[in-house]
């Protein structure tokens, strides 16, 4: 199956150069690597179902996919982050008018080992503890136990959201540790009684996830928005689809139930 | 003489074969000429390909320089690629690649020189052809099954026991010494008087020495036992591990240069009236010395160049350790810098982001390249000393 796709989207590109510039059939999609799982998960069930559809994927980040759209080199922008204003005129000036389609949520659990007593900080505690300006458990009310500091590498969206969310401006102390994977970061947490880490939401067994600002991390919370270190994600079109096309049911598999269950599967929240 | 009959008939149908034609001689020359030169051309290949790695390298490395200037790069801690105002400060990843190789080269040089000359001196031919393979094992084994090992089974072991770990370790490998330190210094001290004094004052010493030093050991050990590991992905996890994979490496090469010491010096040592230990200590290892530097040269080599285990299990802080020598705490090295921030490296646009990795990239390779020139000449020196 993976070989079939991987062909069909090699075929895809191939074919681009090709094809006619306005193919309703062939749907080109850039930004984000956040929500390039998302995307291709989609496009993976989508040209499942109707194999005479190409969807070619590239990641090149929000910023880029914005770009692309405007200049009408993508049929889809991929954004883990709302399009800026100056985005947005960009694109009114040459005429394209960006429809914003929000179809998933990205909430970032914050977690402990299982033995640590804390239940919950906040988004500024956080940051000190990413900081380096508390450096032990006792300062935040737990016990006294150096705090381990982990983060994901800074290659990844889960960095990304975790940064723009929560660190805002502030930069994370040197002695933070670095791994590779959300796996790698439980792996860590799980084995370390004073690590404190952050997973996508999918990654809270056999660690502790505390309430940040007083909220529990849960599917619902973070569709709700309610959750602070929760972002939506996006995809921009030119306009709005119509009805029956396949850019229409692509961005609008996001709010069926296969398309639900493809998003909890790449481990995003879906929302309603 | 049938036989002699034969091979002259013989002979003589073979002679006009060996009379070559104009024509097959020039085939001759010209199929030599391409074989020679298709050789050579697969010869320099291989030298091109180092070439071009070095330019290739260097042309990426270089615009680093050209966008932030060479200070930074050397002399700041600051690493914050992804911000805003991106700091390029590579100082702590110089530290940590340093530390780390530090370690392992403890780690793996006293024990492959051990090993070394226990192989090619001490135990039966027929032993060492099972044991040597057995230790060469160790470079097979991938690298990622080491990272896996670092970090899922040690680093938790570090992070329980590491404490009493340490102080094992510490009687184990300081009991010996002391042990041998303690017998060769009385030796030594009371060489100059004779018999029952000498004997009397030498057991008197033993005690003194060998007391104090125990004391000091079990101080030690003591002090070690009571320490607590924060985090198990440190600079000492990822030293052991990378000492274990340049152990083969060390025992490989040190063993090849001891087995090069003929025989003839081990016999004519004995023949002088050496002890087994004395033919080691001041004529064999001696005579490899160069042998066995290049051997160390090897192993720091590998234990430098190694990404993966780093960037499983050394922690990744881009901090130099509070104080440097701290093993205990995590560090970043500048391969595990490369690998893991490769695929965030934008080189379309060809940010100074993506180019400080090659400038690291090139540092390595330099340093590398040093070490081999180093390297070879002590291996040729061997070789020739050897001969002489």
Redesign the interface.
Known sequence: MKRFIAGTLAVAVMGGGIALAKDANKIVMDGSTTVGPIAKAFAEYYMDKHPDVNITISESGSGNGAKSLINGACDVGNMSRPMKKSEKDAAESVGVLPIEHIIAMDGIAVVVHESNPLQGLTTAQIRDVYTGKITNWKDLGGPDLPIVVISRDTNSGTYETFESLVMKKEKIAGKTEYVGSNGAIRQRVMSTPGAVGYVGLAFREGVKPIKVNGIEATPGTVATRIYPVARPLYMYTNGRPKKGTPLYDLINLSGTPEGKKIIEATGFVPVN | MPTTLGTMQTATRIMPSLLLSHRTRLRQRVGAALGNGLLLAVTSLSMLAVFFIFFFIARDALPFFRLEGVREFFTS????????EAEFGAL?MFVGSGLVTLGATLVAVPLGIAAAVCLSDMIPFSMRQVIKPIIEMLAAIPSVAYGFFA??VF??LL?QQGGHLLAVATWILGLPLVVLGVIVFSDVATDRLRDRPRLVIRVILMALFGGGALAGLAWIGHTLGALKI????NALNVSIILGIMALPTVVSVSEDALQSVGRELREGSYALGATRAEMLVKTVLPAAAGGILAAVIMGVMRAIGETMVV??AS?????IPSPWYNML??V?TLTATIA??M??A?HVTGSARYHVLFAMALALLVFSFVCNIISEKFIRRTRQQAKG
């Open positions: 801690t600051h690493w914050y690629p992804s911000a805003g702590a970090l899922i680093a938790p992070q924060a985090s198990g992905t960037w499983m922690g990744n802080a881009a901090r705490d995590p970043r893991g921030d695929g965030e934008d």
